[in-house]
């Protein structure tokens, strides 16, 4: 007996298009089954460590400072944050200033700004603690010195992660 | 000579395929156009009103007269609807600046401009982490927003959004 006959049918019984569709559909279907089943399965692993840090904000204009507010959420635009990076749960402000570069050749870390603030933002977060480092949600790398532009529903900023106190 | 009526005869295995890949289809589909699952428990809520104020910057004083109550502002870079003026209020134009002989950041008024502090309400999608508004625009403060108005242009960041009604 042929593998394929004369007319397209493997071991002359089923078409081989209809092989190949089948073949197809069948991906698809596990595809879905695993995709699906993938998110129940971490879901129920346990990431509810939780994660104090703290964030500095240098030198943000007044009206960027006073649209951050305790209670407020965080999040980053430009990664993929899992949800959530934390509540601000606390923020004490002290006089604005900025680092700055001179045409001298000097470098000065703490210039006064004029209608700018300093923030300390201190944030409750949950993730995993471990041998490598901390994960907020299982996803988000979070350590000191990192800068990054962040956000809450109301305000765009830019700050660095200061400390960490798990 | 007759045509042969056309019949159409599915063995086994085409029935087979063909309530598969159905199947497979309304799965896809009901998944796509759904409602979206969203990451880290993101939840839309039905439309809202917001206000939020623009800091419109720079202007030629005495220009600020343009702008009207009702004026619809348009972004000028994709065209989302930003909303419509409710107040206008014009103030020395400033300009933070690096005064190098003292060292330190400075506000600096700008001789002969105006900054237009420009308050615009907008129905608006709100979940926790947007406000959007246009269908698809997000406002946040110190975002800075193009702006084509009713006879004028501007630039500027947005400078407070009222929280009340959006928490």
């Not at chain 1, 129920?44 to 840090?53: F, G, L, Q, R």
């Not at chain 2, 005869?9 to 063909?18: A, K, M, P, Q, T």
């Not at chain 2, 009713?150 to 009222?162: D, Q």
Request: hydrophobic fraction near 40%; proline fraction near 2%.
């Amino acid at each position: 007996m042929k593998l394929i006959d004369r007319n397209g049918r493997l071991f002359g019984k089923i078409s081989v298009i209809d092989v190949l569709v089948l073949a197809v559909v069948a991906v698809i279907a596990v595809a879905l089954y695993v995709k699906t089943n993938h998110r129940d399965i971490t879901s129920t692993a346990n990431i509810d460590t939780p994660i104090t840090y703290q964030l500095q904000v240098e030198g943000a204009r007044t009206y960027v400072a006073d649209a951050l507010q305790e209670g407020d959420l965080i999040y980053e635009q430009e990664r993929d944050t899992g949800g959530s990076l934390g509540k601000i749960v606390d923020i004490q402000r002290s006089e604005g200033t900025r680092f700055t570069e001179f045409d001298d050749g000097t470098i000065e870390s703490a210039v006064p700004a004029e209608d700018c603030v300093n923030l300390l933002l201190t944030v409750e977060g949950k993730g995993l603690i471990s041998d490598s480092g901390y994960m907020l949600n299982r996803v988000y790398s979070l350590g000191v010195n990192s800068a990054r532009t962040l956000c809450t529903k109301y305000v765009n900023f830019v700050a660095t992660v200061v400390s960490i106190m798990p | 000579m007759e045509r042969e009526k056309f019949r159409l005869r599915l063995n086994l295995f085409d029935s087979i395929v063909l309530v598969l890949a159905l199947a497979a289809g309304i799965f896809l589909a009901w998944n796509f156009l759904g409602a979206s699952s969203g990451g880290g428990g993101d939840t839309a809520v039905p439309a809202r009103t917001v206000r939020y104020t623009i800091n419109f910057t720079r202007w030629r004083a005495g220009t600020s007269s343009l702008i009207e109550e009702g004026d619809l502002l348009v972004d000028s870079v994709k065209n989302y609807e930003l909303g419509h003026v409710v107040s206008v209020e014009t103030v020395p134009s400033t300009t933070l600046l690096l005064d190098k002989t003292n060292r330190r950041y400075v506000l600096v008024t700008a001789p002969g401009r105006e900054d237009v502090r420009v308050t615009v309400e907008a129905p608006c999608t709100v979940t926790d982490q947007a406000i959007t508004v246009g269908g698809g625009y997000t406002i946040a403060v110190s975002g800075y927003t193009y702006i084509r108005g009713e006879g004028y242009m501007a630039s500027g960041p947005i400078v407070s959004i009222e929280r009340e009604g959006l928490e």
